[in-house]
């Protein structure tokens, strides 16, 4: 995975200077913790883990693009088919909704209402 050089000697996905004691801050996705999402989950599922050093997340917005944009090369969010096999790429959630049509099934199907929230998790 790609990283930030950090002023520590490591990487990091996400590093931050704080403008007021300029202490470099950083948050790194855990390897191996990227799950996909699924109704099985509940109404809240672990989909990825965060180490954080100096940085709380707080919120999440679930654009399309790696870079911060929201552009629409193959980097968005796959949605696939509950009771079909139908497979939904590059799924635009910064509205925090989606819908399309399932032909498989012949009916509509969507993403409805997207909520997020963060748990501090130790070790």
């Known amino acids: 995975s790609s990283g930030i050089n950090a002023e520590y000697g490591g990487t990091a996905n ?3 200077k704080c403008k007021m004691c300029s202490r470099e801050n950083s ?3 855990v390897a191996g913790s990227v799950k996909p999402y699924s109704k099985e989950n509940a109404q809240f599922g672990s989909v990825v883990k965060f ?3 100096g940085i709380e997340p ?16 193959n980097t968005g ?3 696939k088919g509950a009771e079909s096999s139908a497979v939904f790429p ?9 819908c399309d049509f399932d ?5 509509e199907v969507g993403i409805y209402d997207v909520k997020s929230k963060f748990i501090t998790v130790k070790g």
């Open 14 to 16: 996400l590093v931050a």
């Open 103 to 107: 032909e498989n099934e012949n009916r």
């Open 77 to 79: 969010w796959v949605a």
């Open 51 to 53: 180490e954080c050093r």
């Open 90 to 98: 590059n799924v635009d959630l910064a509205e925090k909704e989606w």
């Open 27 to 29: 948050m790194s996705i």
């Open 58 to 73: 707080v919120d999440f917005e679930p654009r399309s693009g790696t870079d911060g944009t929201d552009r629409h090369d």
